[in-house]
């Protein structure tokens, strides 16, 4: 028996390898997936309403809410108290996020601001910020500074978890051989800490902008007179479950744009995350 024969007998039994294959999905296919569940709780709405298991005064039926939706838009409370309830969560987001980044960086890059402001930071981060709103009403009293700097403190925190986290994790031979190429610290942090941290930052990012739809919700039970919040305590007082849900609707696709939006640009900043687990998209 040759050595030929010998060695194809002995690999007769064996699998040849076979290289995963990556299944392309299209985008339709992805949409209708992700679809699935918000049509799937929509239907089951629709029918509790439509067999009685859920009475107006519970919960009103989908179509008594659209007619809310055309009420409340026809008169104009519906996009004014949009625009009121946005700009309260983008000016607060905006100083959150600039604080976290700011602080992350500072804590992150450099010993003296991690022995100087990091455990400060995590004593502050550990309180609800729900439990500053007694003192926030003491201090700026209940018009538009009490809102938007709840939202600010609550979007900090979240931030300079992600910034911290990201910046200590740049490669430090990296870092050191920028430094001897003669470039100096801010610059080292724009060209090499910034982009090697970019994952956390959108981690961080998401979180923040989620938060910010949360303490929206809270700000606005500080004596409000305008936006979101206003029209569910106005619905509140005369029962009407159709403008309650409006309202609850309104805060849930806010928070679902927040995160398309990072996601969007997680797509634009790092194409090759949009991939999923096992390579398939």
Same mark, same amino acid.
């Given at each position: 028996?040759?050595?030929?024969?010998?060695? +194809?007998?002995?690999?007769?039994?064996?699998?040849?390898?076979? #290289? #995963?294959?990556?299944?392309?999905?299209?985008?339709?296919?992805?949409?209708?997936?992700?679809?699935?569940?918000?049509?799937?709780?929509?239907?089951?709405?629709?029918?509790?309403?439509?067999?009685?298991?859920?009475?107006?005064?519970?919960?009103?039926? #989908?179509?008594?809410?659209?007619?809310?939706?055309?009420?409340?838009?026809?008169?104009?409370?519906?996009?004014?108290?949009?625009?009121?309830?946005?700009?309260?969560?983008?000016?607060?987001?905006?100083?959150?996020?600039?604080?976290?980044?700011?602080?992350?960086?500072?804590?992150?890059?450099?010993?003296?601001?991690?022995?100087?402001?990091?455990?400060?930071?995590?004593?502050?981060?550990?309180?609800?910020?729900?439990?500053?709103?007694?003192?926030?009403?003491?201090?700026?009293?209940?018009?538009?500074?009490?809102?938007?700097?709840?939202?600010?403190?609550?979007?900090?925190?979240?931030?300079?978890?992600?910034?911290?986290?990201?910046?200590? $994790?740049?490669?430090?031979?990296?870092?050191?051989?920028? +430094?001897?190429?003669?470039?100096?610290?801010?610059?080292?942090?724009?060209?090499?800490?910034?982009?090697?941290?970019?994952?956390?930052?959108?981690?961080?990012?998401?979180?923040?902008?989620?938060?910010?739809?949360?303490?929206?919700?809270?700000?606005?039970?500080? $004596?409000?007179?305008?936006?979101?919040?206003?029209?569910?305590?106005?619905?509140?007082?005369?029962? +009407?479950?159709?403008?309650?849900?409006?309202?609850?609707?309104?805060?849930?696709?806010?928070?679902?744009?927040?995160?398309?939006?990072?996601?969007?640009?997680?797509?634009?900043?790092?194409?090759?995350?949009?991939?999923?687990?096992?390579?398939?998209?």
């Amino acid at each position: 028996m040759t050595a030929a024969t010998e060695e +194809r007998e002995r690999t007769e039994g064996l699998v040849a390898p076979r #290289p #995963p294959v990556r299944r392309a999905r299209s985008r339709t296919y992805a949409v209708t997936v992700r679809a699935l569940g918000p049509f799937a709780l929509l239907a089951l709405w629709w029918a509790s309403s439509a067999t009685g298991l859920l009475t107006p005064d519970v919960l009103a039926s #989908p179509a008594q809410v659209i007619d809310a939706v055309g009420e409340l838009w026809g008169n104009g409370q519906l996009p004014d108290a949009l625009a009121t309830s946005l700009t309260r969560s983008g000016l607060g987001l905006v100083i959150g996020l600039a604080a976290g980044l700011v602080l992350g960086i500072t804590t992150g890059f450099t010993r003296l601001g991690d022995e100087l402001l990091d455990s400060s930071l995590q004593t502050l981060r550990t309180i609800p910020f729900l439990s500053l709103v007694p003192l926030f009403m003491v201090w700026f009293g209940i018009n538009e500074t009490a809102k938007i700097l709840l939202i600010a403190v609550a979007t900090t925190f979240p931030m300079y978890v992600s910034t911290t986290g990201g910046v200590r $994790n740049t490669d430090r031979k990296l870092v050191e051989a920028m +430094r001897s190429f003669g470039l100096g610290r801010f610059a080292i942090v724009r060209q090499v800490v910034l982009p090697g941290a970019l994952p956390s930052l959108l981690a961080g990012l998401r979180l923040s902008m989620t938060l910010s739809v949360i303490a929206l919700i809270a700000a606005e039970e500080i $004596n409000a007179t305008e936006g979101i919040g206003y029209l569910m305590s106005q619905a509140q007082s005369y029962a +009407r479950t159709d403008i309650l849900a409006v309202c609850i609707l309104v805060y849930g696709l806010l928070g679902l744009a927040a995160d398309v939006f990072v996601r969007g640009l997680e797509r634009i900043l790092m194409p090759w995350r949009t991939a999923g687990p096992g390579g398939t998209t």
